[in-house]
């Protein structure tokens, strides 16, 4: 990315794996996080606290998600309407050292 992309000073992963894999790059590069380039995942995994670095990631309530998706398919599969059709689970940040 930043062959590509000099100027960057920021990458944002849909995934912690991935951010994972780019600060664990990072490192062996010698590319300083977040001092040169800011790295943040999605999902909070365990292991997101335990990275030197550690990485920021935005957290989302996985459980409830899980629970929602399986009224949600009783619901279906019993024919009924899903009146709401969307819904907002909310999310939270999680700063840490490496943005």
């Known amino acids: ?10 990458m944002v992963f849909a995934s912690d794996v991935f951010s994972s894999g ?20 999605f999902g909070d995994s365990d292991i997101a606290a335990h990275l030197v670095p ?4 935005v957290a989302v309530p996985t459980k409830k998600i899980g629970a929602l ?3 949600l398919l009783l619901e279906r599969m019993q024919r009924r309407p899903v009146t709401e059709k969307v819904r907002d689970v ?10």
Do not use: K, Q, W, Y
């Not at 990315?1 to 920021?10: E, G, I, Y």
């Not at 550690?54 to 990631?57: E, F, G, I, K």
């Not at 909310?90 to 050292?97: A, H, M, S, T």
């Open 1 to 10: 990315m930043l062959d590509r992309h000099p100027d960057a000073d920021a």
């Open 54 to 57: 550690s990485l920021t990631t």
């Open 22 to 41: 780019a600060l664990l790059a990072c490192t062996r590069r010698g590319i300083p996080v977040p001092d040169r380039l800011a790295i943040t995942g």
């Open 90 to 99: 909310g999310f939270r940040l999680v700063p840490r050292e490496s943005s």
């Open 69 to 71: 998706a399986g009224s």
